[in-house]
């Protein structure tokens, strides 16, 4: 449907004539107020609008339907003022053409012609985003199912995890074991880069330490192993691909924390808290890299966070209180920040305490 705003009748009815001549489906209107109502109701393929009318003028017109509609509606001006300000302003409210009265029948049914075919192609554009962004949606919820692991109980510790991808893919992994003896070992791993490739090395990096952790639990060893295999994995790879991680073990009453390029944990001890963790190198650069694990006793365990720096854009974890609701601070503070601001990187965390 093409409209017509003209508050001339002649010039309305001309226009109706010559278009639907043509074989297009047109709705004319002479008074401007009315035809904007209409307008942002049901909005039309293309707007043919006058300048100067009573009530509201062609160039108000323009600004409130650009400013308004979220999808995208070609408007031409038509103008019997051949005046370069005129068509400036028309432009400057978000016209995307103008035609100058009398018009030529053969200009403007080109220009009619090629802006129905842009909007067409536009809805078309729009149409395949939409099922695109609805895939990646799916994709989204089954990669999360994957790669956040279904709480379950663990034998003397209680955790809590934070997951938010800044897309619908994420390139963050959580996982999460305890072997027969009752040790608990807790992992997170960042694939450097944003979207499909990274998500994919992302589900490559979660198989692989599932598979390592059947063997060992030992943080040193699990990304030793694991850098040997992404060192292969990654061994034609031009895109720099690497993989920072962090894993830690908890044992009765032992902490081992050993981690590849990536953030230290925070510890809290009896009220206080520091970073715990010594960096080394990402996974995926260098094959015989050996990592080693620091350790402490952890007695006197208030909690333990795990986090990729993701979480740092979103709070600052300096001014963190030790106790029971941080992880309720830190989901807050996250989901906070996704909705003003959004996020620019994936969020993953892993807050575990001594089960009470």
């Not at 109701?41 to 062609?58: A, F, H, N, Q, T």
């Given at each position: 449907?093409?409209?017509?705003?003209?508050?001339?009748?002649?010039?309305?009815?001309?226009?109706?004539?010559?278009?639907?001549?043509?074989?297009?489906?047109?709705?004319?209107?002479?008074?401007?107020?009315?035809?904007?109502?209409?307008?942002l109701?049901?909005?039309?393929?293309?707007?043919?609008?006058?300048?100067?009318?009573?009530?509201?003028?062609?160039i108000?017109?323009?600004?409130?339907?650009?400013?308004?509609?979220?999808?995208?509606?070609?408007?031409?001006?038509?103008?019997?003022?051949?005046?370069?300000?005129?068509?400036?302003?028309?432009?400057?409210?978000?016209a995307?053409d103008?035609?100058?009265?009398?018009?030529?029948?053969?200009?403007?049914?080109?220009?009619?012609?090629?802006?129905?075919?842009?909007?067409?192609?536009?809805?078309?554009?729009?149409?395949?985003?939409?099922?695109?962004?609805?895939q990646?949606?799916?994709?989204?919820?089954?990669?999360?199912?994957?790669?956040?692991?279904?709480?379950?109980?663990l034998?003397?510790f209680?955790?809590?995890?934070?997951?938010?991808?800044?897309?619908?893919?994420?390139?963050?992994?959580i996982?999460?074991?305890?072997?027969?003896?009752g040790?608990?070992?807790?992992?997170?791993?960042?694939?450097?880069?944003?979207?499909?490739?990274?998500?994919?090395?992302?589900?490559?990096?979660?198989?692989?330490v599932?598979?390592?952790?059947?063997?060992?639990?030992?943080?040193?060893?699990?990304?030793?192993?694991?850098?040997?295999?992404?060192?292969k994995?990654?061994?034609?790879?031009?895109?720099?691909?690497?993989?920072?991680?962090?894993?830690?073990?908890?044992?009765?009453?032992?902490?081992?924390?050993?981690?590849?390029?990536?953030?230290?944990?925070l510890?809290?001890l009896?009220?206080?808290?520091?970073?715990?963790g010594?960096?080394?190198?990402?996974?995926?650069?260098?094959?015989?890299?050996?990592y080693?694990?620091?350790?402490?006793?952890?007695?006197?365990?208030?909690?333990?966070?795990?986090?990729?720096?993701?979480?740092t854009?979103?709070?600052d974890?300096?001014?963190?209180?030790?106790?029971?609701?941080?992880?309720?601070?830190?989901?807050?503070?996250?989901?906070?920040?996704?909705q003003?601001k959004?996020?620019?990187?994936?969020?993953?965390a892993?807050?575990?305490?001594?089960?009470?």
């Open positions: 449907m093409i409209y017509v705003v003209d508050d001339n009748e002649l010039n309305v009815e001309l226009l109706i004539d010559l278009l639907t001549g043509e074989g297009y489906q047109v709705q004319g209107f002479t008074d401007p107020v009315a035809a904007l109502d209409k307008v109701e049901s909005p039309p393929r293309l707007l043919l609008l006058d300048v100067v009318m009573p009530e509201l003028d062609g108000t017109f323009c600004q409130k339907v650009k400013s308004t509609l979220t999808t995208f509606i070609p408007v031409i001006i038509l103008t019997a003022q051949n005046n370069t300000e005129i068509r400036h302003q028309g432009l400057e409210a978000g995307d103008y035609i100058t009265k009398p018009f030529d029948r053969w200009e403007l049914l080109t220009r009619v012609r090629n802006f129905l075919r842009t909007k067409e192609m536009y809805d078309q554009i729009q149409e395949g985003l939409a099922r695109t962004n609805q990646m949606a799916l994709a989204g919820q089954m990669q999360m199912s994957l790669f956040v692991p279904a709480k379950r109980p034998l003397g209680d955790y809590e995890q934070l997951y938010y991808p800044a897309k619908y893919l994420s390139g963050d992994v996982h999460i074991h305890q072997d027969p003896t040790r608990a070992f807790f992992f997170i791993a960042d694939v450097a880069g944003h979207g499909v490739s990274s998500s994919l090395l992302a589900g490559a990096v979660k198989i692989l599932g598979e390592v952790v059947q063997n060992t639990v030992r943080p040193e060893e699990v990304l030793t192993r694991l850098n040997q295999e992404l060192c994995f990654l061994a034609n790879n031009d895109e720099g691909y690497y993989v920072t991680a962090i894993c830690a073990l908890l044992s009765g009453h032992q902490l081992s924390v050993s981690a590849a390029g990536h953030p230290p944990a510890l809290s009896a009220g206080q808290v520091q970073p715990f010594e960096a080394g190198l990402p996974l995926g650069i260098m094959r015989n890299q050996q080693r694990s620091v350790e402490a006793e952890t007695v006197q365990l208030d909690w333990l966070l795990l986090y990729t720096d993701g979480l854009e979103c709070v974890l300096e001014q963190v209180a030790a106790g029971r609701e941080l992880i309720e601070l830190l989901r807050g503070a996250v989901s906070l920040h996704a003003t959004g996020l620019s990187d994936d969020v993953a892993l807050f575990i305490r001594r089960a009470r």
